[in-house]
């Protein structure tokens, strides 16, 4: 299993790419099914399922984060967990036995309460929702199955990645590891609009089948910062010890914001133009261990009813973050055994036997200015002369170790999830 990311990114602007490749020994087969006419979307309606989904992604989101913490506790961390969530689902369909419950409990489901046909239904709705087309906010989940021309597929499997995860199959050489990656390369260069070429640089031997997932996300501040009211040079606080040099982003409005007692932290709210937020989380000096150990779906739901709008006097780095993980390691740990080992059943995906999942990588890459993306533009914003009136409204600084995530607010999905502990680390 290959889950690899390569970005190239503005201002806010995400681009990832998750690639799922499967590996086996097989000899000749049946050309697999061509690339097909994807199911549209109808307009979303907030429901109970949308909720639940959310739920159930988040909590699958902050047990991936503790893996992530504890294997490098001391660096920046950044993931994007909805991509590997619809990534893994989409898997599952071709997954049976024990293979394919492990994956699907691991996301978070109990199979005893929901039935599998439940589960890819939910994700098909979540899918279209976050697919939706808003206004002032590009956000779009899409999702391309490269199949090996010597693997036989079962048309049921694609007939359901193409339904319910709008999925683009197409036929491909894999015989022909050049031509191979060139087709992929091509096709993600298309998708992404240029952004991201050259994703493949060297296809493994043996690949029968690589699924590319890709989340397009631009957004603009509703309150952008004023770039002369950056500071360039401000005093960031790595560990004790250390610290380092950052552009301090700076300004007094009104926020959504709230102080957990009981979580020992400070919750920012800094929202998007439309359908879109980012959560900036600061807890008190030597406290972050225990805020990642207990982060879950209701603490969201309690920070969601909680938050309050006032005005704050609010410090923000401006940074990149990228990060890259082996997530074969991490998922394993947690509990998808099967899919990597010789054992692994894909009988629902290929007559072929002896397919298994050989290796996963996730990268994703995100920065953070004044404005949102670069290339939006903005209109004149007037900034009144600070008074000494802003001196009693409630100081926010980010100028140590911090949480953030950005949601989609309709379905409340984390899209991507980090911790801030060098800004400068890109």
């Not at 900034?383 to 379905?411: A, G, V, Y």
């Amino acid at each position: 299993m290959c889950y690899y990311l390569h970005s190239r990114m503005s201002l806010f602007y995400c681009l990832i790419c998750i690639l799922l490749g499967l590996h086996a020994k097989i000899s000749g087969g049946l050309p697999s099914r061509s690339e097909g006419k994807v199911t549209t979307c109808h307009l979303p309606q907030q429901n109970d399922t949308l909720y639940k989904m959310s739920s159930i992604n988040a909590d699958f989101a902050f047990n991936l984060y503790r893996k992530f913490a504890m294997e490098t506790p001391d660096q920046n961390i950044f993931f994007s967990p909805v991509s590997i969530s619809v990534a893994l689902a989409m898997l599952s369909i071709g997954a049976r036995s024990s293979t394919q419950t492990q994956i699907l409990e691991v996301l978070g489901f109990n199979l005893t309460d929901t039935s599998i046909e439940e589960i890819q239904q939910d994700f098909q709705e979540l899918i279209c929702s976050l697919n939706f087309p808003k206004k002032e906010l590009e956000l779009q989940m899409g999702n391309t199955l490269f199949i090996g021309k010597q693997l036989k597929p079962l048309s049921k499997f694609l007939d359901a990645v193409k339904t319910l995860y709008e999925t683009e199959v197409i036929s491909t050489d894999f015989m022909n590891v050049s031509a191979a990656q060139e087709v992929i390369n091509s096709q993600v260069e298309k998708q992404t609009k240029g952004k991201i070429v050259n994703l493949i640089q060297e296809l493994k031997m043996n690949t029968i089948m690589v699924m590319v997932n890709y989340i397009h996300f631009k957004a603009q501040w509703t309150n952008p910062f004023h770039p002369s009211k950056t500071e360039d040079s401000s005093s960031f606080l790595v560990d004790k010890m250390f610290t380092v040099k950052v552009p301090m982003m700076h300004q007094v409005e009104q926020f959504h914001y709230l102080v957990d007692t009981e979580l020992n932290c400070t919750v920012l709210q800094m929202d998007y133009n439309k359908n879109a937020l980012a959560l900036f989380v600061l807890p008190k000096k030597g406290d972050m261990e225990g805020l990642e150990s207990t982060m879950s779906s209701k603490t969201l739901k309690k920070w969601n009813n909680l938050l309050q709008k006032g005005w704050v006097n609010v410090f923000v780095p401006k940074f990149s973050i990228s990060a890259t993980y082996d997530l074969r390691i991490m998922l394993v740990k947690m509990g998808i055994e099967d899919a990597f080992a010789d054992n692994a059943d894909f009988s629902g995906l290929t007559e072929d036997s002896g397919v298994n999942l050989s290796y996963a990588a996730h990268k994703v890459v995100l920065s953070i200015g004044e404005k949102g993306t670069d290339d939006v533009t903005v209109s004149e914003v007037k900034f009144p002369d600070q008074s000494e009136s802003t001196l009693l409204h409630p100081i926010i600084r980010f100028d140590r170790t911090f949480l953030f995530m950005i949601l989609e607010k309709n379905t409340r999905s984390v899209l991507f999830l980090g911790k801030v502990v060098d800004p400068t680390e890109v």
